[in-house]
C-alpha cells in the first residue's frame, strides 16, 4: 500500500510539472522530451509512469477534478442546508480557481480538444457529475424557497460556471479586491440572480 | 481602395482559417505550412500575406475583437438608455459567442497565453476598452436605478463576461435550450444579480 501511495504521488508530480509545461508551451507544442526533462527523468522513464502523452493529459486533467473533489466537495458534504451547502460550494470553488498553485492545472482541465476519443468522454463524465451536482442543489434551493423558478437549473449552473471558471482570466489575488470581498460578492450576485433576492449569510 | 479592402478580405480569409487550424490542433502544433496548405498559398505567400506566425496570431485576435465591434457594438451605439443599451449589448454578445461561424475565433480569442510582448499588449488592450464599456454601462445603470449599488461595477462586468464566454464550453444551438430563452434567461439574471430586480425588457 505504501507504494501505491508513492506512486500515486509520483503521478500527481508528475501532472503538475506537465500542466505548467503545457500552459507554456501548449500541449501540442510540449514534446515528452521536455517534461521528462523537467521531472528529472529519462523519457523512457517518463513512458514508464504514464503511458503515453495522451495518458499524461488524461491524468493531469483527473488530477484537476481530484482536487475540486478533495478541496470542495469533501468539505460540504456534512452540510444539510441547501442553500448554506451551495454557497459553501461556490467559496470553495473559486477559492481553488484563484489559488496559484493549482492555476495551470485548472486551466488546462478545461481546455480539452487535445484529449480524443475515450479518455475525453472520462473526463467529460466526471465533469458532467459536477454538473449534476451543482444543478441538483440549485434545484433544491429553488424548490426551499417556493414558488416559481426564475430560471431552469440548468441554465443556472452553468451561469455560475461561467463566472467562476473565468476568474483566471483576470482576478489577480495581490489586485484591489481581496478573496473575501468577491466571493461575497459573486454569492451574493448569484444568488440574487436566481431567486431575485440575497439569503442570509 | 478597392485594393486596400481587397487585401483586408484576403487577410480575414487567412485568419479564419487559421484559427480551425489552431483550434485543431493548437497554435504550436501548427505549423506555417499547414496553414499556407489550408489556405491555397505557398508557404512564402502566407508569410507574404501575414508577416510571422505571432502576427498571425495577433491579425486573428485582432479580427475576433473587431467582429466584436461590428456585430455587436455598432448596433447598440445609438440607444441611449443604459439598461437597454446594456440589455442588447448582452444579447449581441451572447449572440456573438454561440454563433458557429465565428466559434473558433472567439475561442482563440480567449486562449492569449500563446501571444507576447506588445502583440499581446494590444490585444489586451483592446479587450480592457470592451470591459471598460460594460463597467461604465453597469455604473450608469447602478446609478439611473439610485440606491447603494450592490456590487462594484467591475465585479459585476467579469461576472457577466464569464457567464457568456463560458457559453462555448457547453451550449449547442440545436440541442434543448433555444437561443432566445437562453438569451432571456441570462439578461435576466444578470440584471437580478446586479440589482435585485428584473428591469422591464
Not at 444539510?80 to 496559484?100: C, M, N, S, Y
Not at 486551466?107 to 449534476?132: D, F, M, P, Q, T
Not at 451543482?134 to 434545484?139: S, V, W, Y
Amino acid at each position: 500500500m505504501a507504494q501505491a501511495g508513492e506512486s500515486k504521488q509520483k503521478l500527481r508530480d508528475i501532472c503538475r510539472i506537465a500542466a505548467r509545461i503545457f500552459y507554456e508551451k501548449g500541449y501540442d507544442g510540449a514534446s515528452m522530451q521536455d517534461i521528462a526533462k523537467a521531472v528529472g527523468l529519462t523519457k523512457a522513464g517518463l513512458y514508464h509512469h504514464v503511458g503515453s502523452k495522451d495518458r499524461l493529459l488524461f491524468e493531469l486533467m483527473n488530477y484537476g477534478m481530484d482536487i475540486l473533489d478533495e478541496t470542495v466537495l469533501q468539505k460540504v458534504k456534512e452540510i444539510a442546508d441547501p442553500r448554506e451547502k451551495l454557497r459553501q460550494t461556490i467559496i470553495g470553488h473559486i477559492d481553488l480557481i484563484v489559488r496559484a498553485r493549482d492555476l495551470e492545472i485548472t486551466v488546462i482541465l478545461h481546455e480539452n480538444r487535445s484529449l480524443k476519443g475515450a479518455l475525453r468522454k472520462k473526463i467529460n463524465l466526471r465533469k458532467r457529475e459536477y454538473i449534476h451536482y451543482i444543478e441538483n442543489l440549485i434545484a433544491q434551493v429553488q424548490e426551499q424557497s417556493g414558488g416559481k423558478p426564475l430560471l431552469p437549473p440548468s441554465l443556472a449552473a452553468f451561469a455560475l460556471l461561467g463566472m467562476i471558471n473565468w476568474l483566471y482570466q483576470w482576478f489577480q489575488p495581490e489586485g484591489p479586491t481581496k478573496q473575501s470581498e468577491l466571493t461575497e460578492a459573486y454569492a451574493d450576485f448569484f444568488f440574487r440572480g436566481l431567486m431575485g433576492s440575497t439569503p442570509p449569510a
